[in-house]
């Protein structure tokens, strides 16, 4: 029953598939049905553009979309919104 999180950074976009060792392909779909389907997960991401599905990602977990910047101040200051929201202890 533990609440779970991801939080992602990146400047690449969206792959077209991503490759297990055991070579099965998974399209972005697959990922997104994955997250919808996994009980109390919530993506955060950091990306350069949403344009990209990373915010379609994140909103479809119950997660949210950050923009990633060079900026220490701002990207602190995200990081701790994330640590409040998952440190309340739930509902």
Known sequence: EAEKIIIVFTDEQPQAY??????????M???M??????????????STNEQWEWDELALLSGGEYYDLTNNPTE?????????????????
């Open 18 to 27: 991503l490759k297990t060792e055991d070579g099965i392909a998974l399209q």
């Open 29 to 31: 779909m697959d990922i």
């Open 33 to 46: 049905q994955a997250a919808q389907g996994t009980p109390q997960l919530k993506i955060y991401i950091f």
């Open 75 to 91: 990207m602190y200051n995200s990081l701790m919104e994330i640590l409040d929201e998952i440190c309340k202890g739930g509902n």
